[in-house]
C-alpha cells in the first residue's frame, strides 16, 4: 500500500471525509413535528366537519341575499324587461292572484268570524269598545294577516314555481335555455319574484278588507257591534298610525318578494338526486321560514 493509494486516504479521513464516488450518504432522520402542528393535524378532520355543516347551512340563506339584490339591481336595467320576461311576469301574476284568491277570501273570512267577532264581544263585554279598532290593527291586521296570506302563497303558488323550475333543471330545460343565450336568472327568477311581490300585496289587502267586513257582520248580527260599517272602518282607519301605512303594506310586498324567491331559488339549485318528495318539503319549510324571519324583523324594529 503506498502512500497515494485511494483506500489509505478512505480510511484515515475519518467521519468529515468525502464518500468515494459511486457511494451516498446515508440521509438524516426526519425530525418530529412540533406540538402545535401534531394538535393541528388531529383537530383538522373535526374542524373540516364543522365548516361543511356550516357551510351547507348558511348556504341558502347567502345564495337568498345574493339573488335578492340581484333582483332588484337587475330589474333597474330597462335591456332586462324583454319579451320573454315580461311574458314570464303576467303569467306568473295571473296565477299568483287567480290562483290564491278563492282561498284568500275563505281563509279571510273564517279569520274575521273567529278573530274580528271575538275580540269585538270580549272588548264590548269589558267595557273596552272603544279599543276594537286598535286591537284589530295591531292583532289582524299587522301580525295575522301577513303570515297567513304569506302560507296561502306558498302553498298555492310557490310550491308550483319550485317544482316547475325544479323539474326544468332535471330535465336539462335550463341547460338547453342557457345554450340558446336565455338567462335563468332572468327569464325564470326575476319576473317570478316581482310577481309574487305585486300578488302578495293584492292578496293581503283583499284579506284584510274581507277578514275585517266578515267580522263585522257577524259581530253586527249577534249585537256586540252596534255602529254601522262605515263607522267600523272609519274607528279602524284611525287607530292606524302613520307608520302602519307603510309597515303594512311593505309587509305584504316583502313577504311576497322573499317567498317566490324562495321557491325561485330552491327549484335552481336541486341535484341529480333530488326527487319531488325531497323537493317540496325542504322548499316548504323553507318558505315557513322566510315568512317568520319578514314578520319577526318587522316586530323587533317597529
Request: some cysteine; proline content about 6%; hydrophobic content about 55%.
Amino acid at each position: 500500500m503506498t502512500p497515494n493509494d485511494p483506500t489509505l486516504h478512505e480510511v484515515t479521513a475519518g467521519p468529515s471525509a468525502t464518500p468515494a464516488p459511486g457511494r451516498t450518504a446515508a440521509p438524516d432522520a426526519p425530525s418530529a413535528p412540533p406540538p402545535v402542528t401534531r394538535f393541528l393535524l388531529r383537530v383538522a378532520p373535526w374542524l373540516a366537519a364543522i365548516g361543511r355543516f356550516v357551510r351547507h347551512q348558511v348556504r341558502f340563506t347567502l345564495m337568498l341575499v345574493g339573488a335578492g339584490w340581484g333582483t332588484l339591481r337587475e330589474s333597474l336595467r330597462p335591456n332586462a324587461w324583454r319579451r320573454p320576461v315580461i311574458f314570464e311576469f303576467r303569467s306568473c301574476l295571473r296565477q299568483v292572484i287567480a290562483g290564491g284568491l278563492i282561498s284568500t277570501v275563505v281563509t279571510a273570512t273564517l279569520a274575521g268570524l273567529m278573530v274580528v267577532s271575538q275580540a269585538a264581544y270580549w272588548l264590548g263585554f269589558a267595557g273596552m269598545a272603544q279599543m276594537t279598532g286598535s286591537i284589530l290593527v295591531s292583532v289582524l291586521v299587522r301580525e295575522i294577516t301577513p303570515i297567513l296570506m304569506g302560507i296561502i302563497l306558498l302553498g298555492r303558488s310557490g310550491m308550483l314555481s319550485l317544482t316547475q323550475i325544479g323539474l326544468m333543471v332535471l330535465n336539462g330545460q335550463v341547460r338547453t335555455m342557457q345554450a340558446r343565450g336565455l338567462d335563468p336568472f332572468l327569464t325564470l327568477v326575476m319576473p317570478r319574484a316581482f310577481a309574487f311581490m305585486v300578488g302578495g300585496f293584492s292578496l293581503g289587502i283583499i284579506f284584510a278588507v274581507v277578514s275585517l267586513l266578515m267580522g263585522f257582520f257577524v259581530a253586527h248580527a249577534t249585537g256586540a257591534i252596534n255602529s254601522s260599517v262605515w263607522t267600523f272602518f272609519f274607528n279602524v282607519l284611525a287607530a292606524m298610525t302613520t307608520w302602519d301605512y307603510l309597515i303594512i303594506p311593505l309587509k305584504f310586498l316583502l313577504v311576497g318578494f322573499f317567498v317566490g324567491l324562495g321557491a325561485c331559488i330552491s327549484g335552481l339549485t336541486v341535484s341529480n338526486n333530488d326527487t319531488i318528495a325531497t323537493l317540496m318539503p325542504r322548499g316548504f319549510a323553507r318558505g315557513i321560514m322566510l315568512i317568520m324571519v319578514v314578520n319577526i324583523l318587522f316586530m323587533l324594529d317597529f
